[in-house]
């Protein structure tokens, strides 16, 4: 399995741009996540789905952010409009069913986001 | 919320040493407790998963324990070597949820 898949890896825009994220889980894994990395706050977990279905999204900072899985192989991360505070790494991972626990999260990559 | 916290922050020892990195969460409910490595650039890799149940785990030379009802977490590393510099991130996984809470990072740097 070539694991989690992120696109793009890095993304350059400008304040106000609209940013599309994008990510593909491994196959057979029902879980997925987004989670976002700064220096100031770490790894927060932003939002996450099961079987397609958001489950947990009160990590979103605003109504600027949101998360759709159309299907078990795709998700993506939009934000509109972006902010220069946005700027951070933004991270995919899935995980196995419950039934197969024992194993962690696989993360993907990255995508290194900078807002001008 | 579950709040954790990994210290020292950084640690620079030299090559052959043998060091330990501290993890301490606030809610002890947990599923189970996790050690990732992270390079520089890069995403996380899983080091050692310990199961609640569990007391610890090993994997080469790596060593994790767990006290749980202490809220306390610490890998060991032996006879650290250049490679193993990288950030360490501590992170649990909550009964009743399935995300993982973060803990800051320590970032280890072995010098040859």
């Known amino acids: 399995d070539a694991g989690v898949i992120q696109s793009p890896r890095h993304e350059v825009t400008e304040m106000g741009q609209e940013v599309t994220l994008r990510c593909k889980p491994i196959s057979g894994h029902d879980y997925l996540f987004w989670y976002r990395q700064t220096m100031m706050r770490g790894l927060e977990l932003l939002i996450y789905f099961n079987n397609n279905v958001p489950i947990d999204d009160s990590g979103m900072p605003e109504d600027r952010f949101s998360a759709k899985m159309p299907n078990a192989s795709f998700s993506t991360l939009k934000i509109q409009p972006s902010e220069p505070r946005d700027s951070a790494v933004y991270f995919c991972a899935s995980s196995p069913p419950p039934s197969k626990r024992g194993e962690t999260q696989y993360f993907g990559p990255g995508t290194r986001l900078l807002v001008l | 919320k579950q709040e954790v916290t990994q210290i020292p922050a950084a640690l620079s020892v030299p090559e052959g040493e043998n060091l330990v990195l501290n993890c301490s969460f606030t809610?002890?409910?947990?599923?189970?407790l996790q050690w990732f490595r992270q390079d520089p650039g890069k995403g996380l890799t899983s080091l050692l998963l310990?199961?609640?149940?569990?007391r610890e785990q090993t994997s080469g030379r790596l060593n994790a324990s767990l006290d749980k009802s202490s809220g306390r977490s610490t890998l060991y590393i032996a006879a650290s070597q250049p490679g193993d510099s990288a950030t360490y991130l501590c992170a649990v996984e909550q009964t009743g949820a399935n995300n993982l809470f973060f803990g800051t990072g320590t970032r280890l740097t072995v010098i040859p």
């Open positions: 809610d002890s409910a947990i599923y189970n």
């Open positions: 310990i199961q609640s149940s569990q």
